[in-house]
């Protein structure tokens, strides 16, 4: 990985038609789902963005890639509110074959941006939800949601707003059922990244630590 600050590698079996999303600077733009396959028995299934100049329009549902790339968050206005979308960036796609180990490695180094959430399950084990913000070029900045438990979870209760740390890990898919009254549920999905390993590279005062 040559970009220290916000890396993606994931791979696995393109799971919907990809559809056309944006245009930016006359380069279309396409999104289709990528199902990721865990070490158990499950898969994520990951949303991707990818440029046309990418793939001339040659990929297909069904077939599997393999993406370098980068997470990127945006601000979608949905239902009278504003909702953050993630996506896996496309910089690079390739062609992979069907038995290829599924990869999904995900490096950030980023600062911490509002407090974190730490809490315990039913079970005893301990959980902690970080929102951690990416720099991009063109002060340009992504705010990606974390996840991490057990250890990593005791230090992310240690954490304050603006101090920079730098995970590992990887990008999940979650559901879930939202309430929306007494007597309706709808199900949802959620993006995040599930920290494997983390560390603190300069506390809120910019000091080494």
Known sequence: MEITTNNAVV???????????????????YTFFLECKRLSSTS?????????????GEYQRGDYVEINGQIRSYNSYCE?????????????????????????IIELNGFIC??????????????ADILLAVNRSYNKSDYIPCICWGRNAVF????????????SGRMQSRIYQKRLSE????????????????????DGGNAPV
């Open 11 to 29: 791979s696995g079996k393109i799971a919907s038609v990809p559809e056309y999303s944006h245009e930016a600077y006359g380069e279309k733009f």
């Open 44 to 56: 994520d299934i990951l949303p991707v963005t990818v440029s046309e100049r990418l793939t001339g």
């Open 80 to 104: 009278g509110r504003t909702k953050l979308i993630l996506t896996v960036f496309a910089r690079d796609i390739c062609r992979i074959d069907e038995d290829t180990v599924h990869k999904n």
């Open 114 to 127: 509002k407090p974190c959430v730490c809490r315990t399950t039913p079970f005893g084990r301990r959980i």
């Open 156 to 167: 992310a209760g240690r954490l304050n707003i603006g101090d920079n740390i730098l995970i």
């Open 183 to 202: 007597t309706e549920t709808v199900e949802r999905t959620a993006y995040e990244v599930s920290i494997s390993k983390a560390e603190i590279l300069y």
